[in-house]
């Protein structure tokens, strides 16, 4: 708090000192304004794949699309017998990698203690083969390599393996398999806790481990095979302070940032309102700075608490746009004079940071929708037509600014010219 006053008191004795815009700040003003308009009327991307009952082989009577990694899965259900027919929809992200899918008997949110079927490519004969895993405490551990085993505690009836696109197809990255299964359940129990994952490579017939970002961190759920009602077992704790950091930083760095960069190149053009504009600046940077270093604390926290999650652009323009703005604010306290010859160097630096700062937090708020799996929520959708007024209103206050800043120049250059209103209506006159 003994900042912000002490920046206010020099905003309070500093605020006659505004200058005239010049062309090189409209200029950038407008390549901002653009990149900005880009980022506002960007498409959400989505993160699940799409669901079908229908296979080459099959049709299924239910589906559901899994949260992770653009999957689905499909089932037929025979209470008769409590037998299941499934198929799983995965796809390769490497040519040598592999695709599993299993069931935990044991517990919904683990990957310790699954039994898996893992789909990749023969190293012998290249052909696509399907072998089944059971993954242990030392598979975690990394201590052996994970080995082809039968799956003892899963009544396994049969199970295959296809590439989509049949014989035709190749496995490649992006290439898409189906994984057929039939399990035979306990009479007692409907809810399936089921895995799934892929990973880069394989040795021999040994899969090495997977990814460990969050997305593969988070492949697992529980479905009904009646109803069809899916759960993923999350956090609620963490979820809740991951939404409060996304908040906080969506309305500091994501809005306010831009609101107050905008209310500085257009406000102070108006000259009725006086030093008003400078205190309207002031405040809303200010408030959006203290706002995002909490936001900012908790992401801190956020990262601390999970050292096997690693979020590496979302973390970097954090980090990036929390000092860009940490600098504005103490720069601020050594602003020269006008009369100062280091004035302009200043204000160059004043503008490039503050610039960048609002685009990278921009930028950041969308890769924390994506973070946290909102890429078509209504949470994005509200923050994009908050965004797009705001640049709405930049577009309407950049062409009046434009417009007024070219009839100046005409007149400056009919001035020069010496074709004044004044000579030009007394050689009517005469």
């Given at each position: 708090m003994f900042l912000v006053v002490i920046i206010f008191l020099k905003f309070h004795y500093s605020y006659k000192?505004?200058?005239?815009?010049?062309?090189?700040?409209?200029?950038?003003?407008?390549?901002?304004?653009?990149f900005l308009l880009l980022l506002a009327t960007?498409?959400?991307e989505t993160l699940a794949g799409h669901c079908t009952t229908t296979t080459a082989t099959k049709t299924f009577e239910k589906c559901i699309s899994l949260p992770t990694q653009q999957a689905s899965i499909a089932w037929t259900y025979h209470p008769h017998n409590t037998t299941l027919d499934l198929c799983f929809f995965g796809t390769f992200i490497s040519p040598s990698g592999w695709v599993g899918w299993g069931i935990n008997p044991d517990s919904?949110?683990?990957?310790t203690g699954s039994r898996v079927l893992i789909a990749f490519p023969d190293p012998n004969s290249s052909q696509l083969i399907l072998l089944p895993y059971v993954l242990d405490s030392s598979v975690k551990l990394q201590k052996s390599p994970l080995l082809s085993s039968p799956l003892d505690h899963l009544r396994l009836s049969s199970s295959s393996a296809s590439l989509y696109g049949g014989k035709m197809a190749t496995i490649r990255n992006g290439a898409s398999v189906q994984i057929y299964a039939t399990v035979k359940l306990s009479s007692n129990s409907t809810k399936i806790h089921h895995v799934w994952n892929r990973g880069l490579y394989v040795q021999g017939y040994s899969p090495t481990i997977h990814p460990t970002t969050s997305v593969d961190l988070s492949s697992f759920s529980t479905f009904d095979v009646t109803s069809g009602f899916a759960t993923v077992s999350r956090n609620s704790g963490s979820r809740a302070l991951k939404v409060t950091h996304g908040v906080l930083n969506a309305v500091a760095w994501g809005f306010l940032l831009p609101a107050g960069a905008v209310t500085a190149r257009y406000l102070r053009q108006m000259q009725s309102i006086g030093p008003t504009w400078f205190y309207i600046h002031a405040t809303?940077?200010?408030?959006?700075?203290?706002?995002?270093?909490?936001?900012?604390?908790?992401?801190i926290a956020l990262g601390r608490n999970s050292p096997g999650v690693t979020y590496g652009l979302h973390r970097s323009l954090g980090i990036a746009t929390f000092?860009?703005?940490?600098l504005q604010t103490l720069a601020l306290l050594f602003r020269p004079k006008t009369t100062n010859k280091f004035r302009r160097y200043w204000k160059s630096y004043h503008h490039f940071v503050g610039y960048a700062c609002v685009v990278m937090g921009v930028v950041n708020v969308f890769q924390g929708f994506e973070v946290l799996r909102e890429g078509r929520s209504y949470a994005k959708l509200g923050y994009c037509l908050c965004l797009s007024t705001l640049v709405g209103v930049c577009v309407a206050m950049e062409v009046n600014s434009w417009v007024v800043f070219c009839r100046k120049a005409k007149e400056e250059k009919m001035k020069r010219d010496g074709l004044t209103d004044d000579r030009c209506s007394s050689g009517i006159h005469s």
């Open positions: 000192e505004v200058q005239k815009i010049n062309r090189d700040d409209q200029t950038m003003g407008t390549l901002i304004l653009t960007k498409l959400p919904p949110a683990q990957m809303i940077q200010l408030s959006g700075f203290l706002l995002g270093t909490i936001g900012f604390s908790i992401g000092t860009a703005a940490a």
